[in-house]
């Protein structure tokens, strides 16, 4: 199993940034992909951004490329998602998530990821 823990999330400005998170533990070594999702209340769980666990491929939504970067730093067992430029609609709950399966290309889909964590709330306030 995986576990995944994110922080950094908070109250900020629009316009303003934020760095959030994951620190995974446990079988690390099988991981392939680790990804950004986000709800807000009364939506969907959407995908926000995903990137290779060993590799340089990544996938952003349109919704957040060229605000968000995703970047990791495996000596940790930790991927960020940088935010800037923040809009009242990036307000969410952010969870990080695991795919630990072999495949092609980069996953953008929640049933195609298999651990989760607890979540981490940002609000973007007007």
């Known amino acids: 199993q995986v576990q995944l823990v994110e922080s950094g999330g908070g109250l900020v400005q629009a316009g303003g940034s934020l760095r959030l998170s994951c620190a995974a533990s446990?079988?690390?070594?099988?991981?392939?992909?680790m990804g950004w999702f986000r709800q807000a209340p009364g939506k969907e769980r959407e995908f926000v951004a995903a990137?290779?666990?060993?590799?340089?491929?990544?996938l952003y939504a349109d919704s957040v490329k060229g605000r968000f970067t995703i970047s990791k730093e495996n000596a940790k067992n930790t991927m960020y998602l940088q935010m800037n430029s923040l809009k009242p609609e990036d307000s969410a709950i952010y969870y990080c998530?695991?795919?630990?399966?072999?495949?092609?290309?980069?996953?953008?889909?929640?049933?195609?990821?298999?651990?989760w964590g607890q979540g981490t709330q940002v609000t973007v306030s007007s």
């Open positions: 998530a695991t795919d630990n399966a072999r495949r092609v290309g980069v996953p953008n889909y929640s049933y195609q990821y298999d651990y």
């Open positions: 446990g079988r690390t070594f099988s991981i392939y992909t």
């Open positions: 990137a290779r666990w060993s590799g340089l491929s990544t």
